[in-house]
């Protein structure tokens, strides 16, 4: 699960999300190259339920997280085939929380 500061901000990512995913089903992965989005968002851990900083990327059809801006890749989960789960969901003590899940149930694949 990934959290933005804002509304507008988590509402513009969920929007970029489906695009992505859309546009991959349509057009495959050259077509992907002109929808990227970077910014600094909360991540939740799959197993350590706490919340963690991450820089997140959207490139390639692949939603990408960092340490840090320019660290090395920590996980991604792929947007494109696979039928993701692209959501708003509610949490307690957090708002403007999405959750993007690849069909076969996991969060994300990495560290």
Not at 6 to 28: C, E, F, I, N, Y
Not at 68 to 93: C, D, F, H
């Amino acid at each position: 699960m990934f959290a933005a500061e804002s509304k507008p901000l988590h509402k513009d990512w969920l929007l970029h999300l489906r695009r992505v995913h859309q546009a991959s089903q349509l057009t495959g992965e050259q077509r992907l190259s002109g929808l990227t989005k970077e910014a600094l968002l909360a991540k939740r851990g799959p197993l350590v339920k706490n919340w963690k900083s991450r820089w997140i990327a959207l490139r390639n059809g692949k939603l990408q997280y960092f340490a840090k801006q320019g660290g090395k890749l920590k996980g991604e989960v792929g947007l494109m085939g696979s039928n993701p789960t692209i959501a708003a969901v509610a949490s307690k003590g957090k708002s403007c929380i999405f959750r993007v899940e690849a069909r076969s149930g996991s969060e994300t694949s990495g560290h």
